[in-house]
Nanobody, 122 residues
Framework: EVQLVESGGGSVQAGGSLRLSCVASGFSFDDYAIGWYRQAPGKEREFVASIGWTDDTNYADSLEGRFTISRDNAKSRVYLQMNSLKPEDTAVYYC????????????????WGQGTQVTVSS
């Protein structure tokens, strides 16, 4: 069974940091790019970041360098380090997998997680 399970969400004040984790199982993790998306209430889902199986990374332009994505293939995990958080970062964060990192940026995915809530208060 394919699974993507996110964790690490929570509530934090503006300016704080969180590290999200996505653990994968049921597919060949090393051969897939992993991406993070988020969806705030009443808003469309948006791409946040992705990391390819060659460790190439892509980020949404709006992040202004505050987030960093990384992966640990030995643990089948991808991390999203989020710094200098703002109230507008409040959303449910999802991880997703696709064999092409470029596809993740366009919203295409093969596998999808259940999400973790991030709430940033002012």
């Amino acid at each position: 069974e394919v699974q993507l399970v996110e964790s690490g969400g929570g509530s934090v004040q503006a300016g704080g940091s969180l590290r999200l984790s996505c653990v994968a199982s049921g597919f060949s993790f090393d051969d897939y790019a992993i991406g993070w998306y988020r969806q705030a209430p009443g808003k469309e889902r948006e791409f946040v970041a992705s990391i390819g199986w060659t460790d190439d990374t892509n980020y949404a332009d709006s992040l202004e360098g505050r987030f960093t994505i990384s992966r640990d293939n030995a643990k089948s995990r991808v991390y999203l380090q989020m710094n200098s958080l703002k109230p507008e970062d409040t959303a449910v964060y999802y991880c997703a997998a696709h064999q092409l990192s470029s596809a993740l940026r366009t919203g295409l995915y093969d596998y999808w997680g259940q999400g973790t809530q991030v709430t940033v208060s002012s």
